[in-house]
DNA sequence: CTGAAAGCGCTTACAG
DNA sequence: CTGAAAGCGCTTACAG
């Protein structure tokens, strides 16, 4: 809208297109004199070149798109925060899109994001996400794509995740260590895969310490919030008294289940001790301190924009280059409610 | 990378690059049987036109630039999640930006999304930006510019806010109500507006209620963090120990103090109660629950996209419209800490 | 050191 | 109903 352009700079400075734009970009074959008058010129009147048409010639769009399944969450707005920074000291530019873990709105993104010509895709898999043809065409276009967190064990991508089983393994551990016996599971959704391995970390934690799973003490929170926390938490309390913690999927499940043993006035955690994992900014906000396990969401973005960066370069010198998985070091953070 | 264009299309089919491109964009003086073709056979090879050279001609990029000041922010990403929704349902992608709260990295980010050409901005103030000339910038080149939630009074442009005074006065006007006299404030750093109207409801309120004002009591936390409001909150107990209420300019601070009460097994509301701003999520997780007023972000969000779409329209149309400033409602939450 | 020209991949006014 | 051609605003190989 009411730009100036090449042209207008060339015409008013009398001098070629050609010149100016080389000017501009200080190719070395300019006189200095003429870089100057360009650059002054284009200065005063707040020239900025037109992307599209760089990238007409240039093919390269200096921006990537990112799926995330949830906006509003710490540790995914942490995962977005890496990436932006990474991408901004590499003069990338990110288009944000929020699959709200819904598998038809991830198929509409990654076409929306080809049709943008984005330079790469880096993207969580949403927990509805039951098929990957999506994700072949991404990789059929030769776009660099880069998995972070949730990602598909199927596809072959660069991805950046942490050990979910180990860490969840951990996690468990440390309760039994406690002297908890009785540990009841908040599992994630069926699909994802760290919620998989986070049920199967706490299940090899039970079998290594000789401890009997039941699976009546698994229950299952389809949205991961501290609502299903809550309400599960009622139900033990009021049907399984003898459970003596809950190693939750995630964080707001287990503040849930916090926020209803307060309330019931039941001994945090000499009664019931409660375990988290992802280690949001509130895990340490409320009474007890919830303890879990720290998952590095900035370093992971910083990773994934990495992968893709390097994956690109690849592309480009035409090497064809193994998929790499980078696993992140997760750490066990203990507050006061284990 | 390594797509199709219209020209290749044309030369399989044996068509004209005119009628490919008609085919597609269902122009009626191409025969239905032309259409079917084309449409079938662009499906089978999976073609994306190329956004950037369709720009070249529309001069419409489908792109809109977001600056927020935070990212790992409740509200923040309530906002975005309304824009992108809305932004969705126009077909509109959204390139975010992290300004960080720092004026150096907000002029750079609209420098960027100048270049990108992109279609508007829509952006949150940065507490430290202390002058407009980046904003003048926009304004300018007559692209459409939407404030939300921190705007700057002395731009004229389009707006979505609260009314922070009438928020703040209220918040005071229940603690007062609630038999509070001494009730110290947590208020935000010195720029923004919405800490200078939170600041100013709160006084009002105490003037209408007779009761005295004392700087004194007045606590700044610039970075609107638990910690400050933890650590003002220890130094009001231990030398401000007729202080029964705080009101805090964001829930953030006001957790922060209930974190410290909680631990000094202070009971709240009674010996202290405690106010917050915005309604975060975690404002409902904690124990005691925090009362606070609401914020409709996301609606916030909805509303910034349609205020930047009609003035885009009106640009279009040549039509030289006001700037509106739209007012949201905000609503007393009343639980447990007051 | 400077510039004319081709071309990136579309859209659309115009001709037939 | 179909197509040749101009042009959006750049970049860059090439000529002078």
């Not at 049709?115 to 990957?132: K, P």
């Amino acid at each position: 809208m009411s730009n100036l352009t090449l042209k207008d700079i060339a015409k008013t400075l009398n001098l070629s297109i050609t010149t100016v734009s080389k000017a501009l970009k200080d190719y070395p074959d300019v006189s200095a004199k003429t870089k100057e008058r360009v650059r002054a010129y284009a200065e005063e009147v707040n020239f900025t070149p037109n992307a599209y048409a760089a990238f007409l010639r240039t093919q390269e769009s200096k921006i990537i798109g990112v799926i995330i399944p949830r906006l509003n969450h710490y540790f995914f707005s942490n995962v977005l925060k890496g990436i932006m920074k990474a991408a901004e000291e590499h003069s990338y530019m990110v288009i944000v899109l929020n699959s709200e873990e819904s598998y038809e709105l991830e198929q509409k993104q990654v076409d929306r994001l080809l049709r943008q010509n984005v330079d790469g895709i880096l993207m969580s898999i949403a927990d509805s996400t039951h098929d990957l043809e999506h994700i072949n065409k991404i990789t059929k276009q030769n776009i660099p794509l880069v998995f972070f967190d949730k990602y598909s064990k199927l596809s072959n991508c660069s991805s950046v995740i942490i050990n979910d089983q180990n860490a969840a393994f951990a996690a468990v551990e440390h309760l039994i260590k406690q002297g908890k016996k009785n540990i009841a599971h908040f599992r994630g959704p069926l699909l994802p895969q760290n919620s998989i391995d986070r049920f199967l970390g706490y299940r090899k934690a039970l079998d290594h310490y000789g401890i009997e799973y039941r699976k009546e003490w698994v229950f299952r929170c389809d949205d991961i919030s501290s609502d299903e926390g809550y309400a599960y938490t009622q139900s033990i309390v009021e049907e399984h008294p003898e459970i003596d913690a809950i190693f939750a999927v995630a964080d707001m499940p287990a503040i849930g289940a916090i926020k209803y043993l307060n309330e019931q006035k039941i001994e945090i955690p000499n009664q019931i001790a409660v375990m988290g994992f992802s280690n949001w900014k509130i895990a340490n906000l409320i009474t007890p301190g919830l303890s879990t396990i720290n998952q590095p969401g900035e370093l992971m973005g910083k990773k994934a924009f990495e992968l893709f960066y390097t994956e690109l370069q690849n592309i480009k010198k035409g090497v064809i280059a193994e998929k790499q998985i980078v696993e992140l070091e997760t750490d066990l953070i203990i507050r006061n409610s284990t």
